[in-house]
C-alpha cells in the first residue's frame, strides 16, 4: 500500500470513528431526550423510523447514482446533512420539525451505524488495499467503528454530567450535546475533503456502471440471505436484549451500561481474530463457523438461572458474533468487480437495513403476546438457519486471495 492509500484508509477510520461516536451517542439518548419533551412512545416510535428512513432513501440512491456523483462529494453532502440533523435537534422541538430534522439529516437513533456514508466507505476501501490485505483492512476499520460506539455511548451521560456539575438547565445540556453531534459531522465533512481520488471507480462513458450477469447472481443471492440473518437480528436490538435483561433479573441502568460497554470491547477485538480465522480457514467458514456457535449461546441465555451465567453466556455470544462482519464484508467485495462493489454493498445493505426494521417492530409484540424470552430464542434459531443456508449456497465460491 503507498503513503497516499494509507492515509485515505486513516481518513475513512477517522471518519467511520467519528460517525460511531455520534450514533453510539445518539441511540442512547435519543428517546430519553424526546420522552422530556412530552412525546410519547408512538410519536418516538415514528421518529425513529423517520430517521431510519431518511437512511435508507439515501442508501438507495447511493447504491444506484452515488458513483456517478462522486463518491468523495456524496460523503461531503452526506456529512453536511448530518450537521444540520444534529443542529435541527438543538433548536427545534415541535413533532413535525422535528420529523423533517430527523428524516432529512438521517439521525440514526439505533445505535449501529447503517448510513449512506458506512455503504461508501465499504465500497471504497478494497479499492485501496490488495486482496491479501483487504480482511486484515475491514477488520481494523470495524475495530476502530465498534470503538467510537462504545465511547459514543458513554458519553450519553454527558446531559446529565453538565445538569448535576454544572447546573445546566436539561434541556440547554441536551442542546449542547446535539451541537457537539453537529460538530464531530463537519469534523468529518473536512476529513473527507482531503481523501484523494483513489476511492473513486474507475470512468465509464456508461451513466449507469454495467453489473455483469455473474455479479447480480452473487449480490441478490447473499442479499436474499442477509436479509433473513438481518431479520433474525432484528429481534436482537440492543434496546430489547437490555429490556429483557432489566425486566428478567432486575439489574439497574448503571450495570446495563456496563454489560453493554464490555459487549462493544468484545465485539471490536473480535475483528482481529475474525482476520486472523480468515487467513487460516477462509472467509465463508469464519462467517458460519463463528455466527453458528455464537446463537447457540444466544438461545441458552433465557435458560440460565441468574443474572451472572446469563451474562456469561451474552458475552460468549457476542465475542463471536461479530466475527461474520468485516468477512463478511471482504466477501462480497471479492465476488464482484472493483466497479460493481457500490451497487454490491448498497443492495446487501438495503435487505439488510429493511428486514432489521421489521422483525424490531415484531420483537415487542411476541414479548407480550407469546413469551418474554420469544426474541432471544427466534432470533438465534433464524440465525442458525441462516448460517446453513449461507454454507451450502455459497462454498464453492471463493474470493481471489484463497483459489
Known amino acids: 500500500m503507498n503513503r497516499s492509500n494509507r492515509i485515505d484508509v486513516a481518513l475513512l477510520c477517522l471518519t467511520g470513528f467519528l460517525r460511531s461516536f455520534a450514533t453510539g451517542l445518539m441511540g442512547v439518548i435519543f428517546g430519553v431526550y424526546l ?6 412512545s408512538a410519536e418516538i416510535g415514528i421518529l425513529t423510523a423517520a430517521g431510519l428512513a431518511g437512511a435508507t432513501i439515501a442508501t438507495g440512491w447511493i447504491t444506484w447514482r452515488g458513483d456517478q456523483f462522486g463518491r468523495r462529494k456524496a460523503l461531503i453532502v452526506l456529512a453536511l446533512l448530518w450537521v444540520a440533523g444534529g443542529a435541527g435537534l438543538a433548536f427545534v422541538s415541535s413533532f413535525i420539525g422535528l420529523l423533517l430534522v430527523v428524516f432529512a439529516g438521517m439521525v440514526n437513533a439505533m445505535g449501529t451505524d447503517r448510513s449512506a456514508s458506512y455503504v461508501i466507505e465499504q465500497a471504497a476501501l478494497p479499492n485501496l488495499v490488495s486482496d491479501r490485505d483487504r480482511t486484515w483492512t475491514f477488520s481494523w476499520y470495524h475495530l476502530v467503528l465498534d470503538a467510537g460506539g462504545a465511547l459514543g455511548a458513554l458519553a450519553a451521560a454527558l446531559p446529565i454530567i453538565l445538569y448535576r456539575w454544572r447546573a445546566v438547565p436539561i434541556p440547554t445540556a441536551y442542546a449542547a450535546v446535539f451541537l457537539g453531534y453537529s460538530v464531530l459531522g463537519l469534523a468529518s465533512a473536512i476529513a473527507y475533503s482531503f481523501v484523494s481520488k483513489q476511492i473513486e471507480t474507475a470512468p465509464t462513458r456508461q451513466e449507469t456502471p454495467t453489473v455483469s450477469s455473474a455479479s447480480k447472481k452473487h449480490v441478490f443471492g447473499l442479499a436474499r ?20 435483561f432489566f425486566r428478567r433479573f432486575g439489574i439497574s441502568e448503571v450495570q446495563l451500561g456496563a454489560l453493554f460497554f464490555v459487549i462493544h470491547i468484545l465485539n471490536a477485538l473480535s475483528h482481529l481474530g475474525a482476520a486472523w480465522l480468515a487467513e487460516k ?38 465475542a463471536l458474533v461479530e466475527m461474520d462482519v468485516p468477512t463478511r464484508q471482504s466477501y462480497v467485495a471479492a465476488v464482484v468487480n472493483p466497479h ?10 438495503l435487505s439488510r437495513s429493511a428486514f432489521w426494521a421489521i422483525a424490531s417492530a415484531i420483537s415487542g409484540v411476541l414479548m407480550q403476546n407469546l413469551t418474554f424470552s420469544a426474541p432471544l430464542i427466534a432470533g438465534g434459531s433464524i440465525k442458525i438457519g441462516y448460517d446453513v443456508l449461507l454454507y451450502r449456497k455459497f462454498r464453492h465460491i471463493r474470493p481471489p486471495e484463497e483459489v
Open 281 to 318: 480457514i477462509g472467509l465463508l467458514k469464519t462467517m458460519v463457523f463463528t455466527h453458528l456457535p455464537s446463537s447457540v449461546f444466544l438461545i441458552a441465555v433465557p435458560l440460565a438461572p441468574n443474572f451472572t451465567i446469563a451474562a456469561a453466556l451474552l458475552l460468549a455470544r457476542e
Open 225 to 244: 440471505l442477509f436479509a433473513i440473518d438481518s431479520f433474525g437480528g432484528g429481534f436482537l436490538t440492543d434496546a430489547v436484549v437490555a429490556y429483557w
Open 340 to 349: 460493481e462493489r457500490t451497487f454490491a454493498v448498497g443492495v446487501t445493505n
Open 35 to 40: 420522552f422530556r419533551l412530552g412525546r410519547g
